[in-house]
């Protein structure tokens, strides 16, 4: 299973992705959305993990631009802002 890590955390990228390829997943790491558009376009991913709070591309931006190629890709987004306002 091809995973796409979207974060512009370089930690975080690097915590999930090693965590992944543990699991026995193919993980792919893009460190901002216009990047993960890009790979997205090129490679065929089974799931997206997405930064929600991210610069000039946000994870919501980039979630909008995902779908528009594959509008059922499984995505779960991935944020250290955990309060209400966010999760809503």
């Known amino acids: 299973m091809n995973i796409l ?3 512009d955390d370089e ?8 965590k992944l390829s543990e699991s026995g997943f193919s993980a ?4 901002d959305g ?3 558009v890009k790979l997205f ?4 991913f089974d ?5 929600l709070k991210m610069p000039v591309m946000d994870g919501i931006e980039t979630l909008k631009e995902l779908r528009k190629h594959d ?18």
């Open 5 to 7: 890590v979207v974060d």
């Open 11 to 18: 930690m975080v990228r690097y915590v999930l992705t090693e």
């Open 28 to 31: 792919i790491a893009a460190c």
């Open 34 to 36: 216009q990047s993960a």
């Open 41 to 44: 376009l090129d490679t065929p």
């Open 47 to 51: 799931a997206v993990l997405l930064d």
């Open 71 to 88: 509008p059922d890709i499984p995505v779960i987004m991935v944020t250290a802002f955990g309060d209400i306002a966010t999760a809503v």
